[in-house]
Nanobody, 128 residues
Framework: VQLVESGGDSVQAGGSLRLSCAVSGSTAGSNLLGWFRQVAGKERVGVAAIRTGGSGTYYDPPVKGRFLVSQDTTTNTIYLQMNNLKVEDTAMYYC???????????????????????WGQGTQVTVS
């Protein structure tokens, strides 16, 4: 599975951006797809995830209500719509896909811990 992000940009606070992640290869072996972000010198943090096929979405509390994760299964693309952006949203954003298809009660937690995911190269979002 290969992931390529796009859509990062510099925007003013209160603005919106939509990030895209083109997925190459089958996502049949991934139970979750989603987005992480990382500020220089800090750990990568999961912000949004979607169960493959779109049957559930999960958000980190600071972005809930402002960000929306979605999947277009026809084009194998994951999106992150970011609204009402804040300065603290500034980060490198990474697309991720889990390396397991098995669903358990810990799947979302495991995904957000980032220990067993495929990763993209990242796209920079700067809010000022």
């Amino acid at each position: 599975v290969q992931l390529v992000e796009s859509g990062g940009d510099s925007v003013q606070a209160g603005g919106s951006l939509r990030l895209s992640c083109a997925v190459s290869g089958s996502t049949a072996g991934s139970n979750l797809l989603g987005w992480f972000r990382q500020v220089a010198g800090k750990e990568r943090v999961g912000v949004a995830a979607i169960r493959t096929g779109g049957s559930g979405t999960y958000y980190d509390p600071p972005v809930k209500g402002r960000f929306l994760v979605s999947q277009d299964t026809t084009t194998n693309t994951i999106y992150l719509q970011m609204n009402n952006l804040k300065v603290e949203d500034t980060a490198m954003y990474y697309c991720a896909a889990s390396r397991t298809a098995t669903w358990t009660q810990w799947s979302v937690d495991d995904f957000f811990k980032g220990r067993n995911n495929y990763w993209g190269q990242g796209t920079q979002v700067t809010v000022s």
